[in-house]
């Protein structure tokens, strides 16, 4: 009977990070993951910039449209807008193998090798002591984590009027990319009057990026071509998968594919690790002194609920609310094709008027060029699509999307539990619900309307607002919560389940509050401590 | 009842989109690609949707307003999410990439704006008349 020493659940951003931090501590790690790729469009994209590439490849729709259509939705802004189909493997099979039962939660889940972070827009924000300490983060343990995963992947960023809020102390960081000319007027019009701003609680900076602009070992610092919604070619763009590709070289780490984990159970010198093979869709047991879930906060839910739940039980779950904030700056009216750009989101907006750090939104910018017309097109009221197609090519260099974001806290109306499901080869289904308190609502509101009067104040006139629905940001937490008590299906501070010696969770399932800004980098810090706590324990 | 489609439909539908759309012919690959993809559409066409298609197929002027009024009667119908495909279609291809990425204009080019605004107006108003008289 084989028994592997350390076993990581999921190739996502906490499992990768949590396996470098193992890897690193020199013992034999195992990562079992789904781990679906993309063998269709890897190598189809040329290392050409978007204009290029739209000038002069006949091959072109099959990953701007995708080679069976699948890029072309009809219908309102939902889950994933923003993804394209290179990256659609990312929720490949999620369907049939982790299915959710909701009509208030609609979320985005990933079996893919890399998992979310596959089309992940690399922002990477500190979070405050104050959000550390109301999520049941260790506060003095998290700056250096922020340090050491900084120093892994690769940040930009910018010491600027808002990095108390971006990066906060953060010492390791690459200089920012060059902003696209939208982004740059926006910062200029705020720089003008600053003052008035911060006055008023609005601090805008330049996002912190996991992208590097300058070389790194085998990465490449970014190009400027204007396809980071397409490709990772030169991987300038960090990516789970980068890592764990790194950790397939070396000797002490074993990667398991195609393995969905369904539950666990721990006995007196190992845990029992049942998983399911997609392939074959047969049940296998794998056994491990230490199980390490980085499943993701909905995937871990769904393995504690069937190791350690019953009928009845059910998960807290937090996600950030969030809207679309389509706008125009008139400034940028006619301004043709941008030549060499950024995709990514490069400002962040913090609306702190209350000036306490305490239940901020925040509202990240991106300009819109190399998403196609196409895309949005549906969004233009009353128009016909010739009409359309012909006021929007006037209308693109000035287009801006606003996604703005707020926190989350724990409520009686927002849950998750199991039911059974007979289409499903795991014979459930997680059932979410997921409802706001009306007068939540209403802060939420006034919060996205204060954005929108401040971008009017920054000369960017917001269109529209778009809510496509809780659960869409993809952005989820606070399922196996950090507890001081030892309550069932919780976590103690180390990341151990609580009344369980060797299982432990490295993903957001801990938080017990969620931020607005988003919580990539605070989870990846998190995995890193938490497999560090693993090997102290050891 | 009315005919189901052949692909000669499908193929005489891309040209009168592609004409609509761009002003121009569609190219080889995306008239085979409109086909591809419509066939394999999940779409369910209504009579209702197939008479409208086969009244644009033999009148072909009619398009631009059909489609103007369609965004106010129905806006979901068979006709429109089809010219949307053909647009995605067209937008990647090469050969018709200057009638999608952005236009370099002054902003005199405003008052174009306008105009395709109130065009589309128009439009609607006489597609609405149209979809209404032919019952379509």
Redesign the interface.
């Known amino acids: 009977m084989k028994v592997f020493d350390y076993l990581v659940i999921g190739s996502g951003c906490a499992g990768a990070m949590a396996a470098q931090t193992l890897v690193e501590g020199g013992v034999q790690v195992v990562m079992v993951d789904v781990g679906v790729e993309n063998p269709d469009y890897s190598t189809t994209i040329p290392n050409k910039s978007f204009l290029d590439i739209r000038q002069n490849e006949p091959e072109q729709y099959r990953y701007f449209i995708g080679k069976e259509g699948e890029g072309i939705s009809w219908g309102q802004i939902s889950k994933g807008a923003q993804v394209t189909p290179n990256r659609y493997h990312m929720t490949k099979l999620v369907d049939k193998y982790i299915p959710v039962q909701s009509s208030s939660f609609s979320p985005l889940e990933s079996l893919g090798y890399g998992g979310l972070g596959i089309g992940w827009g690399l922002q990477c924000w500190e979070y405050s002591n104050e959000d550390l300490e109301r999520s049941g983060l260790d506060t003095t343990r998290m700056p250096g984590a922020y340090e050491t995963v900084s120093r892994r992947i690769g940040i930009s960023a910018t010491k600027d009027g808002a990095s108390a809020y971006t990066i906060g102390g953060l010492q390791s960081y690459l200089p920012s990319a060059k902003m696209d000319r939208n982004n740059q007027q926006i910062y200029k019009n705020y720089q003008r009057r600053v003052k008035y701003f911060k006055n008023r609680g609005v601090f805008l900076g330049r996002t912190p990026l996991a992208l590097l602009t300058k070389d790194k070992d085998e990465r490449k610092a970014h190009q400027y071509r204007d396809m980071d919604f397409y490709d990772d070619n030169y991987q300038s763009a960090w990516r789970p998968w980068i890592t764990v590709n790194a950790l397939r070289k070396k000797p002490n780490f074993t990667y398991i594919g195609s393995h969905l984990v369904i539950s666990f159970r721990e006995v007196k010198s190992h845990v029992e690790v049942r998983c399911i093979n997609v392939e074959t869709d047969k049940l296998i047991v794998l056994r491990c002194k230490r199980l390490i879930l980085a499943s993701g906060a909905l995937g871990t839910a769904r393995i504690v609920l069937r190791s350690l739940g019953n009928n009845h039980s059910q998960l807290p779950v937090l996600s950030n609310p969030h809207a679309y904030i389509p706008c125009l700056q008139p400034s940028m009216l006619g301004k043709g094709v941008e030549h060499q750009k950024l995709g990514f989101g490069q400002l962040s907006i913090f609306m702190d008027t209350a000036d306490d750090r305490r239940d901020l939104s925040i509202a990240t910018t991106y300009s819109y060029q190399s998403l196609m017309m196409f895309r949005v097109i549906q969004q233009i009221p009353w128009l016909n699509l010739k009409e359309a197609r012909l006021i929007l090519r006037y209308l693109m260099p000035a287009l801006i999307i606003m996604i703005a974001q707020h926190p989350d806290d724990p409520s009686d109306s927002k849950y998750l539990k199991l039911i059974k499901d007979s289409k499903s080869p795991t014979g459930d289904a997680l059932k979410a619900h997921y409802v706001l308190a009306p007068e939540v609502d209403k802060i939420w509101e006034n919060h996205e309307k204060q954005i929108m009067s401040v971008m009017r104040k920054l000369q960017v006139y917001p269109v529209k607002r778009v809510h496509p629905g809780h659960g869409s940001g993809i952005h989820y937490a606070g399922t196996v919560p950090f507890s001081w008590k030892e309550k069932s299906m919780t976590l103690n501070p180390s990341g151990r389940i609580n009344g369980l010696r060797n299982v432990y969770v490295a993903d957001s399932s801990g938080f017990n509050y969620l931020p607005a800004p988003g919580l990539t980098f605070s989870l990846m810090a998190n995995a890193h401590l938490v497999a560090e706590n693993v090997l102290k324990n050891a | 009842m009315i005919s189901k489609e052949t692909s000669d439909n499908l193929d005489l539908q891309a040209t009168i989109f592609s004409r ?3 002003n121009k012919l569609p190219n080889k ?1 995306s008239r085979s ?1 409109y086909q ?2 419509v066939s ?2 999940s779409l369910i066409v209504s009579d209702r949707d197939l008479k409208l298609l086969h009244f644009v197929e033999h009148n072909p002027w009619s398009i ?1 307003l059909v ?2 009024g369609l ?2 009667v129905r806006p979901e119908s068979a006709l ?2 089809r ?3 053909m ?3 067209l ?4 050969e018709y ?1 200057k ?9 005199l ?2 008052i ?2 306008v105009w ?2 109130l ?3 128009v ?2 108003i006489m597609g609405i008349i149209l979809i209404k008289a032919y019952r379509l």
């Open positions: 609509y759309l761009v690959l690609l591809k993809l394999d559409d631009g489609e103007a965004v106010f429109r999410q010219l949307y495909i647009l995605a279609i937008e990647s291809m090469p990439h009638d999608f990425l952005p236009k370099e204009a002054s902003y080019y405003l174009n704006v395709y605004g065009r589309g107006f439009k609607a």
